[in-house]
């Protein structure tokens, strides 16, 4: 069956940097576009960024470009996200999700059940 | 890009049916047929139950459908059952080739 499981998330200081992980299995990784959404406590979804299968499309929410480096490898079937820079208001839990369907944008069909990145001053 | 439109909440009794609508503009859900919707429970990962527009994956209740007409996008939940009560989420793909979400929905089962 289809997993996703991220790690990495914690607790940073603000300007500081976290990489997140998330190991997919149980579907062709090499295949398919991922995606990382994040949510703050208490509030909604906020997509964040995705990644082509190949890695060679890649796009960036506007509150994170230029802070945030989404990167695969598909020999080992993950996905990663580099933050920088972090801010308070990037606290939130943060997923991992296959677009699937096509790998038509937002068909998240597979999601993990996500870490907490904790930002404090 | 700001986030589509939706209402905060929405209630109905069991058996009822209920609709969530989601506002955005000709950039977003008027520009394309990628709108998805999404249920998260408290404490849990959202779970895809409608994609472009219209499609209901596998194992999904067809309790659950979605429509579009012009720049809002809708969810409408038939015989709504206690274990509908949830968050729902609706989201589109933009002319920027980014996603956008919907500030989201929280449905109560009366």
């Known amino acids: 069956q289809v997993q996703l499981v991220e790690s990495g998330g914690g607790l940073v200081k603000v300007g500081g940097s976290l990489r997140l992980s998330c190991a997919a299995s149980?579907?062709?990784?090499?295949?398919?576009?991922m995606s990382w959404i994040r949510q703050a406590p208490g509030k909604g979804l906020e997509w964040v960024s995705y990644i082509s299968s190949s890695g060679s499309t890649i796009y960036y929410a506007d509150s994170v470009e230029g802070r945030f480096t989404i990167s695969r490898d598909n020999t080992k079937n993950s996905l990663y996200l580099q933050m920088n820079s972090l801010r308070p208001e990037d606290t939130a839990v943060y997923f991992c999700?296959?677009?699937?369907?096509?790998?038509?944008?937002?068909?998240?069909?597979?999601w993990g059940l996500g870490t907490l990145v904790t930002v404090s001053s | 890009q700001s986030a589509l439109t939706q209402p905060a909440s929405v209630s109905g009794s069991p058996g009822q049916s209920i609709t969530i609508s989601c506002t955005g503009t000709?950039?977003?859900?008027?520009?394309?047929?990628?709108v998805s919707w999404h249920q998260q429970h408290p404490g849990k990962a959202p779970k895809l139950m409608i994609y472009?527009?219209?499609n209901r994956p596998s194992g999904v209740s067809n309790r659950f459908s979605g429509s579009k007409s012009g720049n809002t996008a809708s969810l409408t939940i038939s015989g709504l059952q206690a274990e509908d009560e949830a968050d729902y989420y609706c989201s589109s793909y933009t002319s920027s080739s980014r996603v956008v979400f919907g500030g989201g929905t929280k449905l109560t089962v009366l």
């Open positions: 999700a296959r677009v699937g369907y096509g790998n038509n944008l937002p068909n998240f069909d597979y």
């Open positions: 472009d527009v219209t």
């Open positions: 000709s950039s977003d859900v008027g520009g394309h047929n990628y």
């Open positions: 149980g579907f062709t990784f090499r295949n398919s576009f």
